[in-house]
């Protein structure tokens, strides 16, 4: 079985294309268990779940379930790609980012 759950936090503002197919793309900032730092992961969604993904603010923390999805291609120069993401099925708002936490003293973002 191919199913995955993730909980974190959108960590840029979510991309959204809307036409033939629609989408829309997000980075998670997943929290690593028992060490510091974060896995930043790649998450997309496909059709009308697109409307309930782009009211999401960045910041916010969710839950999200989908599978695993990779791909692998050759670029024009001959060299091997892969990527790994997740594509979602169904997105849940945890909590919205609170206002005094968007930015730090000197106006710069805060990483979640």
Request: charged content about 30%; hydrophobic content about 40%; glycine content about 8%.
């Given at each position: 079985m191919n199913k995955v759950e993730l909980e974190g936090v959108v960590a840029f503002d979510i991309v959204a294309k809307f036409g033939e197919?629609?989408?829309a793309t997000l980075t998670l900032n997943v929290a690593r268990e028992g060490v510091s730092g974060y896995d930043s992961i790649r998450v997309v969604f496909f059709g009308d779940i697109v409307n309930d993904v782009i009211k999401i603010a960045?910041?916010?923390?969710?839950?999200?379930?989908?599978?695993?999805?990779?791909?692998?291609?050759?670029?024009?120069?001959?060299?091997?790609?892969?990527s790994l993401?997740?594509?979602?099925?169904?997105?849940?708002?945890?909590?919205?980012?609170?206002?005094?936490?968007?930015?730090?003293?000197?106006?710069?973002?805060?990483?979640f």
């Amino acid at each position: 079985m191919n199913k995955v759950e993730l909980e974190g936090v959108v960590a840029f503002d979510i991309v959204a294309k809307f036409g033939e197919k629609n989408y829309a793309t997000l980075t998670l900032n997943v929290a690593r268990e028992g060490v510091s730092g974060y896995d930043s992961i790649r998450v997309v969604f496909f059709g009308d779940i697109v409307n309930d993904v782009i009211k999401i603010a960045k910041k916010s923390r969710v839950n999200i379930i989908g599978k695993l999805n990779s791909s692998s291609w050759t670029t024009k120069d001959g060299k091997k790609m892969n990527s790994l993401n997740v594509i979602g099925s169904k997105i849940e708002l945890i909590a919205e980012p609170e206002k005094e936490d968007f930015f730090v003293e000197g106006g710069e973002d805060v990483p979640f």
